[in-house]
């Protein structure tokens, strides 16, 4: 494990002679109050559906591309463990970063090219993050197993040490998964481990925990401080039993493996390790009622899982070529840049040639200031938009420059709480104005075009009955003769209507592509709808390596600060799609007088 990496800080013995570390006793301690109260949401949204700005081409209707199985069926590998860190262990090396997941069809001819940032799979896995050492350990010879069939979450361990185990699993060194402060001893904390149930909780004192598990002790405070906001900005104080439950670890939930409480601790710890994989910042779940809620199931990942279709889609596009191979005389661009290497920045020139973006243009080409901050002035939700990060083009540190930052991956911590109208997002620190949230990630997929009979353009089959090999660049007669890659799947379309409720697109890119994040998605899914957000969708150009094939992206940037306890909230809709009365009355604010599709 490298010296750097986040779980290196969680580590503590359990063993030897330090009187301050002992085994949790059964002891009959009543929990401590907490002084504080809550903020109920007040942006919400039932619905989530695609961010158009354009409308689809006349004679043109849209429809969902065939099922994938194994998109609806995700099994978890335990045994994958990826270690993109550097041989020396200092930093993350850029060229093992993940940029996509490629699903290929059940039935495919197609030999997609992958390297380290584009994996092509035939079957979607969930997985743990790289290190989790003890979660694989516990996963293969743990005692204990999950049976409630509800609590069964793709990418959380099923099984788990527990206190039977001591003797038999017992190591000198385990990682620190989670800290709570101690409901009657001030300066000490229970530490539960990763790998292992709650009846195995130990004792530490403030400084043991500070010196052996300092990253757990800051997550801690970050943790403690959103739900202090939280709950005094509802001034109700009908939450204080349901934080302390949360801070001090309340003793109904103790002894109760399998409790929903603790589910939520899986979710807040092996999702934030997968963040921590990529530099974003840690994630935390909370079900603030007495009878807690069932938590959300759904894959998470860091990276859009796309569909073979989306994929092929994506390769044939202009924007997909390099720069030297975009063809066109560019234009007067701005001469802005917040690249490190000006002198070298190609990204405002590929924006006029591949989108034809400029900064005052018909399409906004967005800018980060020199802080790395978008920058938003003017700002108009109906405006066609696009941000264009650098490349190794550029010549520029993927680390360091400040016009690499959805790359970078530097979000901020997020909560997740569930309230009256279901899951919503939270800031759990402090927000900037024109600052970088979190990515919006999820399953990509092609909208299916059908046009009318005497529209229909036919398509120049290719030979199907061997297999074709598919670089990262399509071919100009692999892009004249490519088949309609809806014809690859066997499966037949879903009769009923589909559902939106987690899908956002592209109305600048490619309005046929969608990610939807209903069963595979990260923390951006349970942004909430409302008609004045303080945050933004943004289209993003995005790729490290210009060898690698252009995967589209969708950000979310802060546009205005946001404070701790805020609920972080998006527009979905457009004024003239939300006059429908026969939609869902929107809750956003008082007396909204708008209806959500």
């Known amino acids: 494990m490298s010296a750097n990496h986040p779980n290196q800080q969680n580590i503590a013995s359990r063993q030897g002679s330090d009187s301050n570390l002992r085994a949790r006793g059964l002891q009959n301690t009543p929990p401590v109050q907490a002084t504080s109260s809550s903020t109920n949401q007040a942006s919400t949204s039932q619905k989530r559906t695609r961010n158009d700005v354009t409308t689809p081409v006349t004679g043109v209707t849209w429809s969902l591309s ?70 694989r350990r516990a996963q293969e010879n743990g005692s204990w197993k999950q049976e409630k069939e509800e609590l069964l979450i793709p990418g959380l361990p099923s099984k788990k040490f527990s206190g039977s185990d001591e003797n038999s699993q017992n190591q000198s060194e385990n990682i620190v998964q989670d800290v709570f402060m101690h409901n009657s001893m001030p300066g000490s904390f229970y530490v539960l481990w990763e790998g292992w149930t709650s009846d195995f909780l130990y004792e530490l004192s403030h400084v043991d925990v500070q010196q052996s598990a300092s990253e757990a002790v800051r997550l801690a405070k970050i943790r403690d401080a959103f739900l202090d906001a939280f709950n005094a900005a509802n001034g109700t104080g009908e939450l204080d039993e349901f ?19 603790w589910t939520f601790k899986d979710l807040s710890y092996f999702h934030s390790q997968l963040h921590a994989d990529l530099r974003k910042g840690p994630i ?7 009878d807690m809620q069932n938590p959300p199931n759904f894959t998470y990942t860091n990276v859009n899982v796309v569909r073979e279709d989306a994929y092929i889609r994506c390769l044939g596009r202009l924007a997909n070529q390099s720069f030297s191979e975009l063809r066109g005389v560019v234009g007067p661009v701005s001469s802005w840049t917040a690249c490190s290497r000006p002198q070298h920045c190609k990204c405002n020139q590929r924006a006029l040639l591949a989108y034809g973006a400029t900064v005052g243009g018909r399409v906004r080409l967005l800018q980060y200031n020199s802080e790395g901050l978008l920058q938003l002035e003017n700002y108009d939700f109906d405006d066609a938009r696009i941000l264009v990060e650098c490349s190794n083009t550029c010549q520029c540190s993927p680390e360091t420059c400040h016009r690499r930052v959805v790359q970078q991956g530097k979000a901020v911590a997020i909560a997740v709480v569930n309230g009256s109208i279901g899951y919503g997002g939270y800031a759990a620190e402090p927000i900037k104005k024109g600052q970088y949230i979190v990515e919006y990630v999820g399953e990509m997929y092609l909208l299916k075009e059908r046009r009318a009979k005497e529209n229909v353009a036919p398509f120049k089959k290719m030979n199907t009955q061997s297999q074709t090999n598919i670089d990262f660049r399509l071919t100009e007669t692999q892009r004249d003769e490519m088949p309609d890659v809806h014809e690859l799947y066997i499966n037949k379309p879903a009769k009923s209507k589909r559902g939106t409720s987690y899908e956002a697109g592209f109305s600048v890119i490619d309005e046929r592509i969608v990610i939807c994040a209903s069963k595979v998605g990260n923390v951006g899914r349970f942004l ?49 799609q939300m006059t429908d009365k026969r939609g869902i009355k929107c809750g956003c604010r008082d007396n909204c007088p708008n209806y959500l599709p």
């Open 528 to 576: 909430n709808h409302s008609c004045d957000p303080n945050a933004t969708f943004v289209e993003v150009h995005s790729r490290c390596f210009e060898s690698d094939p252009l995967i589209p992206k969708i950000a979310v940037f802060a546009l205005r600060d946001i404070a701790v306890g805020e609920a972080i909230t998006v527009r979905y809709y457009s004024d003239g």
């Open 284 to 290: 935390f779940y909370f079900s603030l009622a007495k």
């Open 66 to 135: 065939d099922t994938i199985p194994s998109l609806r069926n995700i099994k978890t590998n335990f045994k994958d463990n990826v270690n993109i860190w550097k041989t020396d262990g200092t930093s993350i090396d850029p060229k093992k970063v993940p940029s996509a997941i490629v699903v290929q069809a059940v039935v495919s001819t197609l030999k997609l090219k992958s390297n380290d940032r584009i994996q092509v799979v035939e079957k979607y896995e969930a997985r743990l993050a790289s290190g989790c050492y003890e979660a």
């Open 243 to 261: 934080v302390a439950r949360e801070k001090f670890l309340d003793w109904s939930v103790r002894m109760e493996l399998n409790h929903y409480f």
